[in-house]
């Protein structure tokens, strides 16, 4: 399993939280930086992009190598990053490939540059599914952003009808007592033959959601690389997710909003305990 993407110091997000995400759902995880972020909880400080030359080299240092099951692509933070990749995947033909189209963090910093945003489209073609917050997928989609989940469904739908990839949205920004995620393949690209399957789970009470987009993307890539099938991953996925953050408030990372719990299932079975039982996590 390969991730591309940005790094978060504080490891909630970028592809510090994509690593414990493929680990926890069975992967071995790779990853190639596209770029160097200081960050915590609260704010993004500075960015560093390394020259796209070096992200070509870290690309093809991976795959002359290693057979890649599986590739989740986060924040890029500029064209010529994304051009790189576009290049990267149309010679490697991955056979799974998940876009995260990250263009700011849960802070609220940005995470590109230039015309980041058509870069990201022309990126598409190579992705199997895309998995946008609602303020990504209505900037993708070129429409105001969906304030209810039948019009955030449709947005999707039309995204996928014009763009050829899937679009798995989530509602997790929503207001409700559900937490509802839909894949919409207008295109039947994914070979399930439905053009919506959508999932819900009851929302989760916690304002520790931090690394919540990069780590359904990475899990879910690992999910189909794992078991072969897209709803299938998603339903796992979706589970493990849920779990993830109702054990959120078990860790006590920052003073801002902090990362979900990755390894709850084996902390668990560790007898391993955070905060609730112990003041402190361990």
Not at 4 to 13: H, L, M, R, V
Not at 54 to 67: C, G, H, K, P, Y
Not at 200 to 208: D, G, K, L
Request: hydrophobic fraction near 45%; glycine fraction near 12%.
């Amino acid at each position: 399993m390969l991730s591309i993407a940005g790094t978060d110091p504080t490891g909630g997000a970028g592809i510090h939280a994509d690593l414990k995400s493929i680990a926890a759902n069975g992967g071995y995880g790779m990853a190639v930086v596209t770029a160097l972020v200081a960050q915590n909880t609260t704010e993004v400080r500075a960015i560093h992009t390394p020259p796209a030359g070096f992200l070509a080299e870290q690309l093809d240092a991976v795959s002359d190598d290693v057979t890649i099951d599986a590739v989740k692509i986060g924040m890029l933070g500029s064209r010529e990053n994304a051009a790189v990749v576009a290049a990267w995947l149309a010679r490697t033909v991955p056979p799974v490939v998940v876009l995260d189209p990250v263009l700011k963090a849960s802070t609220g910093g940005d995470l590109g540059s230039g015309d980041l945003v058509g870069a990201l489209r022309e990126l598409l073609s190579g992705c199997d599914v895309i998995t946008p917050n609602l303020d990504e997928l209505a900037v993708l989609a070129g429409e105001p952003r969906a304030s209810d989940w039948e019009s955030a469904v449709g947005q999707a739908l039309r995204l996928s009808e014009a763009s050829g990839v899937a679009v798995l949205v989530t509602g997790g920004h929503l207001a409700g007592p559900a937490s509802p995620d839909a894949l919409v393949d207008a295109g039947n690209r994914l070979g399930t033959g439905r053009r919506i399957h959508e999932i819900s789970a009851p929302r989760v009470a916690t304002r520790n959601t931090h690394g919540t987009g990069c780590s359904l993307s990475a899990a879910l890539a690992t999910n189909r690389a794992r078991l072969g099938d897209w709803i299938a991953a998603l339903d796992t996925t979706k589970a493990w997710l849920t779990d993830s953050l109702a054990s959120a408030d078990d860790l006590d990372v920052g003073a801002g909003p902090g990362p979900l719990h990755h390894f709850h299932t084996s902390w668990r079975l560790q007898g391993l305990h955070g905060r609730g039982s112990s003041g402190r996590s361990k």
